[in-house]
């Protein structure tokens, strides 16, 4: 049985593709993608399915939106086909931000709508789909920090708003001062990593029918190349339900697990390689079953469930 190639953050109406590419990897080759090759990109990703692409204004040292956004200037499809997530509050000691004297995060209001105008000119767009706060700052003011959230959003420059990391309370004293939904929470997560499953974060998020984007699905990558007992263990649990499966390879087994969660998890993909992520998509076509879901669990943890 496949599964719904997109899929609605909560019931606001606004959807996103159901694996997401994320960008923040595109200045990682040393030389600046041309204009030319992230339009290519864009259409690959799209051909692909995945046509939502996720952001933050710090990737690439405050140069990633930049150089998708010269992309996205010269690229022949409708701006309204895609959909664009960015995130905005770490603020880093950089080059490109001497006035940042030490690592921090800013939720104000005054921030958050410099930060919107910011990455709309640097995305050459007139508009966000969803802005994600992306820490918890211990110093947000939640009436000031919904009043920015709320002023951009009336604007026009903003359709929908979510947040990065938070804890459950979190997302509630936020939720608590806007008058419309938190539409969703990206939050690491992966068949290493399953501290979600007990934290209350999916609980949450199945309480309030809003769907969670995934960071990090793969483990950063330690899914292959770790050394640990724990990587080996996933390892071989995954090429186990992939044989039962007919599948060969472990990523789309990986991206399959977190597909299986009732709370409708929307896994950003770090791959720029449309070889790549072909075979991840490949994931929307596996639906493991319970035993094999359980299999995999019990291989991350080391134990069978109490």
Known sequence: MSIEKRIPLNSGGLSLSRLVLGAWRLLDQGAKPSAAGVA?????????????????DIYGNYGVEVAFGAGL???SGKRQSIELITKCDIMLTSDQRTENRVKHYDTSAAHIKASVDRSLQNLKTD????LLLHRPDPLMDADDTAGGLQAVVEAGKVRAVGVSNFTPSQIDLLAS?????????????SVTATAPLTDGSLDHAQRLRYAPMIWSPLGGGSLFTGTGEQEQRV???????GAELGVDDIAAIAIAWLLRHPARLVPVLGSLKPERLAKMVAALDITLERQQWFAILKASTGRDVA
């Open 127 to 130: 508009y966000i789909d969803v």
């Open 40 to 56: 290519r990109l864009i259409d690959e990703a799209i051909a692909l399915g995945l046509t939502s692409f996720d952001h933050a």
């Open 177 to 189: 001062r806007l008058p419309f939904a938190v539409v969703t929470n990206q939050i690491e997560m």
């Open 235 to 241: 390892r071989a649990a995954l090429q186990a339900v």
């Open 73 to 75: 200037a010269g690229w």
